[in-house]
């Protein structure tokens, strides 16, 4: 009998396996099946999936220019939001991309700019001054203060043209007249009398000779040299830029818990919520210094048998690989007294809290998240008892969306985990919904950790323009 091959399970191990061999519109598609079936789930799976996706995107793509590369990955991410709208880190990854192919572009047009150009060559380079590099004829005119300007028409030759020098005459100038263009430093009469060795602010040509900014454009025509600097490799630096994004989704969990002693103080009774790796890494490095005592809620229905194997076992990766090296220790193996309550008794326990520990599934724009059920629970019972409520988060979670519609944001799961259908007579008389996440508002926050350190709910706004581009907000057409 041949043998029996199995199949591995869907998830984000099979599908980055998937990415070696398979083709970029298989992989697109794989990806976006993945998604509406709910086989990849949460915030940091989607956002390892996508980040590996578009680098394949961007990596196999054959186009020349910046504008067409921003299209491509613009439409495949288009189709990534649209297959699970409420997995924002999808939408949140595709921005940092489109923003870090601009910034390349822009970066490359700037070292263009500067780059230097060999010297024209001209028949009046003695003539060629700084003072009058920046004007044209109708500007020095304009600019030139009045008894310069009379200076300049006395010493020019019979028979020029006067109308280089322009059409109107400027009115008088003193020392409190003002300029709407940038000028040389204009004096008073009696300054200049005051002061009559100081050299002429604009230098002028002698007489007879030929405005040195005319004669250098056009003996120079024809002369110029392009920029000696190579054109920048878009591609390759994108690429870099991506694999620096996969880096720092790798390490922003051992980045957050690095401040853990800042925030969790010896002796403290510490509430949380959820079996969330960032919370547990958290707490995990406090607990090597302090001792401290952990109150965990169990988030039931859809979380709560993930909180009571993380509580007693320890956790593992979201990709669901069972090897050693991706578990760590328990908080109890290393003296911490866990506590596991249901979510009904929050209310009642918030008075002996000293500080509420959250991990959101997305944090918005305006300064509030979007966390598992349960949460809002826990943020309105600890602003009644003024407990202040901390929330850990990557910057990838950090979306520039703003919650104008709470309903389309919050996602319901299956009912049958809060009643059974074998308890007919109830099921049959009650509507019952099983919220996944619950909206809290920034209100109920009081400081938000992220790898690049604390910020109040105030300050996310110049997080978010920190890392997308106005352009990149809206995705969807």
């Not at 009469?189 to 040509?205: C, K, Y």
């Not at 952990?294 to 979380?303: G, L, R, T």
Request: hydrophobic share 40%.
């Amino acid at each position: 009998m041949p043998a029996a091959v199995m199949s591995a399970q869907p998830g984000l191990s099979s599908f980055l396996k998937s990415l070696k061999h398979a083709d970029v519109e298989t992989s697109i598609e794989h990806f976006i099946s993945l998604l509406k079936r709910r086989q990849i789930r949460n915030s940091r799976p989607c956002a390892i999936a996508t980040t590996q996706l578009l680098l394949r995107v961007v990596a196999t793509s054959r186009v020349r220019d910046a504008g067409s590369l921003i299209e491509r990955v613009r439409k495949v991410g288009q189709r990534l939001i649209a297959a699970q709208p409420r997995e924002m880190a999808v939408g949140n990854i595709v921005r940092r991309v489109l923003g870090l192919i601009r910034e390349v572009v822009e970066e490359g047009a700037d070292s263009d700019a500067g780059a230097p150009t060999s010297p024209q060559p001209g028949h009046n380079d003695s003539f060629q001054r700084p003072g009058l590099s920046g004007f044209s004829n109708l500007s020095q005119a304009n600019s030139l203060p009045h008894h310069m300007q009379v200076a300049s028409r006395d010493a020019s030759p019979a028979g020029s043209d006067s109308s280089s020098m322009g059409h109107a005459r400027p009115p008088l100038l003193s020392s409190h007249t003002s300029y709407a263009t940038p000028g040389p430093h204009v004096t008073s009469l009696f300054g200049l009398l005051s002061h009559p060795d100081e050299a002429s602010p604009v230098p002028t040509p002698p007489p007879g000779s030929q405005s040195p900014v005319h004669k250098s454009a056009s003996s120079t025509r024809g002369f110029a040299t392009p920029p000696t600097e190579p054109k920048v490799d878009i591609k390759a630096e994108v690429i870099d830029g991506i694999k620096e994004l996969l880096d720092e989704l790798e390490v922003v969990d051992d980045q957050i818990a690095a401040s853990a002693l800042e925030h969790i103080h010896a002796n403290e009774i510490i509430l949380t919520h959820t079996s969330s790796t960032t919370v547990q890494k958290f707490l995990i490095n406090a607990a090597r210094k302090r001792k401290f005592t952990v109150v965990h809620a169990e988030a039931f229905p859809n979380d709560h048998v993930d909180t009571h194997a993380t509580i007693m076992t320890g956790g593992k990766k979201d990709d669901d690989d069972d090897e050693p090296e991706d578990r760590w220790k328990p908080l109890t193996s290393m003296g911490i007294t866990v506590i596991v309550i249901p979510d009904s008794a929050v209310f009642a326990l918030m008075s002996r809290i000293n500080k509420v520990i959250l991990a959101p599934h997305t944090v918005l724009a305006n300064g509030g998240l979007i966390a598992a059920a349960g949460a809002l629970t826990i943020a309105q019972a600890a602003k009644v008892h003024q407990t202040p409520v901390v929330v850990v988060s990557g910057v990838y979670k950090l979306s520039p969306v703003y919650p104008f519609d709470m309903e389309e944001l919050v996602e319901y799961g299956d009912p049958g985990k809060v009643i059974g259908f074998d308890e007919g007579d109830v099921v049959e008389n009650v509507e019952v919904v099983n919220p996944i996440y619950d909206y809290v508002s920034a209100d109920l926050v009081d400081l938000y950790i992220t790898n690049l350190g604390g910020h109040a709910p105030s300050y996310l706004y110049r997080i978010v323009a920190d890392h997308y581009r106005v352009e990149d907000i809206v995705l969807t057409n």
